[in-house]
């Protein structure tokens, strides 16, 4: 975390534990909750109407709700465990996108149509719950690769919930599987980003905490 004017920044082999905020702590909870259930609601609805997107959000609703659950467990730890935290969560993002993508490319083959109806039903229902959970851990979206992962995995998710609504629409005009299909590559490739983004910046600090490591400058 970069550090303000009128603090000292800590060298980059100190691996100690950050004071514990009971509102971050609160805020994880919250959106575990939130996605624990969403999961349940997607998984079903999905299975349902046949959609691939809905599909791909309730794994990645899932998939959050244990990264929320990981970082609660590594809140109050020092920086290279969160870090390492983060690693295993950018790992998570990655496999759920090429999964998306498997799943993307099997439908395609054995054709379809999913009830647009539906699909946007709960794609508004899941916008309105991620869109809620992003605004609530907004604050905290600048922090180590811990707090970054779990900010990116909300934003990600919202977007997420509006290619969905739109690929409602394009099914129904469309009378086509294609839109939902598109749709589940596009958030795909967006969690392919965000969880390489991650495991990037997780590296990075975990090269940082190693004994010896050079001192890192304010602000970066």
């Not at 959970?133 to 690769?145: F, H, K, P, T």
């Amino acid at each position: 975390m970069a550090c303000t004017c009128h603090t000292t920044c800590p060298t980059d082999n100190q691996d100690t534990a950050q004071p514990l905020d009971p509102r971050w702590k609160r805020a994880l909870w919250i959106a575990l909750w939130v996605n624990a259930l969403m999961f349940v609601v997607e998984l079903v609805a999905g299975w349902q109407a046949g959609s691939v997107s809905l599909l791909a959000d309730a794994v990645d609703f899932a998939g959050d709700a244990a990264n929320y659950g990981l970082s609660l467990a590594v809140l109050s730890m020092a920086v290279v465990w969160r870090s390492r935290a983060a690693l295993v969560k950018g790992a998570t993002m990655l496999a759920y996108g090429l999964f998306v993508l498997a799943k993307a490319a099997w439908v395609w083959q054995g054709g379809g149509v999913p009830h647009a109806a539906t699909m946007g039903i709960v794609g508004l229902l899941a916008l309105l719950a991620n869109t809620g959970v992003a605004l609530l851990l907004y604050r905290w979206r600048q922090g180590d690769a811990n707090m970054r992962s779990v900010w990116l995995c909300s934003r990600n998710d919202a977007l997420s919930n509006l290619a969905v609504i739109a690929a409602a629409a394009g099914v129904f005009g469309t009378g086509s599987a294609w839109p939902d299909l598109a749709v589940a590559a596009i958030m795909a490739l967006l969690a392919i980003s965000a969880g390489w983004s991650v495991v990037r910046q997780a590296r990075g600090e975990l090269r940082s905490a190693q004994p010896g490591s050079a001192v890192t400058p304010c602000g970066f």
